[in-house]
């Protein structure tokens, strides 16, 4: 979610102060804690390596035998079918992304002095880094659908996990260094101001953006319920799956770190979202105080996985179905339909709330 980036009238800090709010980068602020930070994204750097090199997936079928499948792999088979679509989107995220996006962090942490430019590349960053759990998410589709049947099973291996950790370490230190560089940048001094609910002072736009938030929320509750995919083939039991079923098929699967992806990135977060957009425009506050809650609720929305998955679904209904038949069902329709409310009500809301709060700033 991108916000204004805070001004600030020059008169309001010493010179000395000024001339190193512009000119310090986030490494030389923070010190000797700058290396912890840099050696995480070397790790993370390797187990990306380790993630795009080792296997991922193993997937046997009754008859036709088991194949092991790495992300390169992946990518190489749906090249020779002809799916080019396909292998741009998930070369794109899951191979290509993540490693710009590491030289991208490096670039704000080493080179990027505070300042206008390095905050949108921080927040472009944080907006497009969950899309490179398009893969993981992928698999979890597979895994998924072949729980509890005899006929089809799927094992994962060391690679998906190294690559889930991966994208999760780079996503924490994307936010990390938003949240350093936002505290670098000098706000105007904030005085004693009235505290205002956000709702009264946002207009027509914020009203639209209260309407949208609501219909997200009845969407999301819809989608959590109502399966998306049902299972239809000979041989293999009909079960049925919706978001909200997710993390516990995991859980009964023992595939534990799929089952916190799912936990967090398709339930969790895109609930305390939701909460905390509502909260944010009922609850009076100042609006020093205003723009950093819409800052948390951006770096929160970082980690809504509900986009990604409707997209790796369909990929899936796209090249999938030659593993497992299965039928659409309503709830992908209320998923698909979630996301983009809930997209649309992050992007209305953090216009909106900055026109409520400039008119706060106004006023006082």
Not at 149 to 157: D, E, G, I, L, M
Not at 230 to 246: E, M, P, R, T, W
Not at 311 to 328: K, P
């Amino acid at each position: 979610m991108l916000l204004p980036v805070p001004t600030c009238k020059t008169s309001s800090l010493p010179t000395g102060m000024m001339a190193r709010a512009e000119s310090t980068t986030l490494h030389r602020s923070l010190g000797a804690w700058s290396w912890v930070w840099l050696s995480a994204l070397v790790i993370a750097a390797a187990l990306q390596i380790g993630g795009l090199l080792l296997p991922f997936l193993r997937i046997a079928v009754f008859i036709k035998g088991g194949e092991d499948y790495s992300l390169l792999r992946s990518v190489s088979l749906l090249w020779e079918g002809g799916l080019y679509v396909l292998v741009l989107l998930i070369a794109g995220f899951s191979i290509v992304f993540p490693f710009v996006k590491i030289l991208l962090l490096a670039w704000a942490w080493l080179g990027l002095p505070s300042g206008a430019r390095r905050t949108h590349v921080l927040e472009w960053l944080g907006i497009l880094g969950k899309w490179s759990m398009l893969d993981p998410l992928s698999v979890l589709i597979l895994v998924l659908l072949a729980t509890d049947q005899w006929a089809v099973s799927t094992t994962t291996y060391i690679g998906v996990y190294c690559f889930l950790t991966a994208i999760a370490m780079t996503m924490w230190l994307s936010i990390i260094a938003s949240a350093l560089d936002a505290r670098e940048i000098r706000e105007q001094a904030q005085q004693a101001r009235r505290r205002q609910a956000l709702a009264r002072r946002a207009g027509s736009l914020g009203v639209v953006a209260i309407l949208v938030l609501g219909l997200a929320s009845a969407l999301f509750i819809a989608a959590i319920t109502q399966p998306f995919l049902k299972v239809n083939q000979f041989l293999l039991h009909d079960s049925a799956y919706g978001v909200g079923s997710i993390p516990t098929t995991m859980v009964h699967d023992k595939n534990w770190p799929l089952a916190v992806l799912s936990a967090i990135g398709l339930v969790a977060m895109p609930t305390l979202t939701l909460a905390a957009e509502i909260w944010a425009w009922i609850v009076p506050a100042t609006p020093h105080v205003h723009r950093r809650r819409w800052r948390w609720i951006g770096w929160i929305r970082e980690w809504c996985m509900l986009d990604v998955l409707a997209l790796a679904l369909g990929l899936f209904l796209m090249e999938g179905q030659g593993v497992i038949h299965v039928d659409v069902k309503v709830g992908l329709w209320m998923l698909v339909a979630t996301a983009v409310m809930l997209w649309l009500s992050g992007w209305l809301g953090a216009r909106a709330a900055m026109i409520g709060i400039r008119r706060m700033d106004e006023q006082a």
